[in-house]
């Protein structure tokens, strides 16, 4: 059994690779096309999924200084991506969230990543399909047919 376990967790994660890969692929070239960096659009991102975080987050999300983020940012504001707006519980502080444009600039990133994913699951549930019912009886599938050998 353990014997098993050991294939399905290969097989999951090579799968798991794969689909980080392609999806990260899409994401990059989307990005480029934009003309914005990966960390950009990673800023973006996270604004996107945390609506108004602030400048600390950011860096701690990008792991740089509170001034290289905040300078991150300013580009963003100038480009109109962001804006930064009052915090209403505390007026010294700053709120992030995405503008129009940058509603428009990262959704087709997400629909971009969503499309890979769901093609890389398509083709699992394919193989799935033409060795048993599930992806984990495909795993063990494989890894009895990878026995046999």
């Known amino acids: 059994m353990d014997q098993i376990r050991?294939?399905?967790l290969e097989v999951f994660e090579r799968a798991?690779?794969?689909i980080m890969q392609r999806s990260m692929?899409?994401?990059?070239q989307y990005t480029k096309e934009q003309g914005l960096s990966m960390t950009q659009m990673v800023a973006l991102r996270h604004i996107h999924y945390n609506q108004d975080c602030n400048i600390s987050q950011i860096?701690?999300?990008?792991?740089?200084?509170?001034?290289?983020?905040?300078q991150l940012l300013d580009r963003l504001v100038q480009q109109g991506l962001i804006a930064r707006r009052e915090n209403p519980n505390d007026r010294?502080?700053?709120?992030?969230?995405?503008?129009?444009k940058g509603i428009f600039i990262f959704s087709p990133a997400?629909?971009?990543i969503s499309r890979s994913i769901q093609s890389h699951f398509e083709s699992i549930t394919s193989l799935s399909r033409t060795c048993s019912p599930s992806l984990a009886s495909s795993a063990v599938c494989e890894s009895?047919?990878?026995t046999r050998v």
Request: charged share 20%.
């Open 25 to 28: 692929r899409s994401f990059w």
């Open 110 to 112: 997400l629909s971009s």
């Open 16 to 18: 798991m690779g794969q």
């Open 6 to 8: 050991q294939k399905y």
């Open 144 to 146: 009895r047919s990878l």
């Open 92 to 100: 010294r502080h700053k709120q992030l969230v995405l503008t129009e």
């Open 59 to 70: 860096s701690e999300e990008l792991g740089v200084t509170a001034a290289a983020s905040s």
